[in-house]
């Protein structure tokens, strides 16, 4: 564990599109190694066969800053998602001093870096992912 919360381990990951009625643009469960203190691996698993390998950063807090991170996320070779490419970046959610039973959260905005499936790049989403027990 490092920057006093490991994100390795399982999220519950769900993103709203930044439209006026948010619309639910994804959902799925997050699965984070950390080979370093700095860099992240994993997955994002949304069933049905769709899956993104993630590969990305660690970033330590900051001069008041919480940690934060910043993954890119590749669809497979042969599989519904190839050749899809998304760019995740998010903080870790205020920890409260009196929060009672608080789970981590990771809070932050998703971009379709490439486009599929007839949808354009540039699309933006907001998420939050909360960790799993």
């Known amino acids: 564990m490092a920057y006093g919360v490991s994100v390795a381990g399982k999220w519950a990951y769900r993103s709203y599109l930044n439209t006026a009625d948010q619309r639910i643009f994804g959902q799925g ?3 984070f190694t950390t080979p370093s203190t700095t860099t ?9 066969g769709l899956v993104l390998d993630l590969d990305g950063s660690v970033r330590p807090p900051d001069k008041g800053s919480p940690l ?3 993954i890119k996320g590749y669809g497979r ?14 903080f870790l959610g205020y920890q409260w001093p009196s929060g009672v039973d608080q789970v981590p959260s990771l809070v932050g905005t ?3 870096a490439k ?15 909360v960790k799993q027990s």
Do not use: C, Q
């Open 40 to 48: 992240l691996k994993g997955t994002l698993d949304m069933g049905g």
């Open 115 to 129: 486009p599929h499936n007839g949808g354009p790049a540039g699309v933006t989403a907001s998420f939050i992912a």
């Open 29 to 31: 469960i997050f699965t």
């Open 77 to 90: 070779a042969g599989t519904k998602t190839e050749g899809w490419e998304y760019d995740y970046d998010a």
């Open 68 to 70: 934060s991170v910043a």
């Open 110 to 112: 998703v971009i379709r």
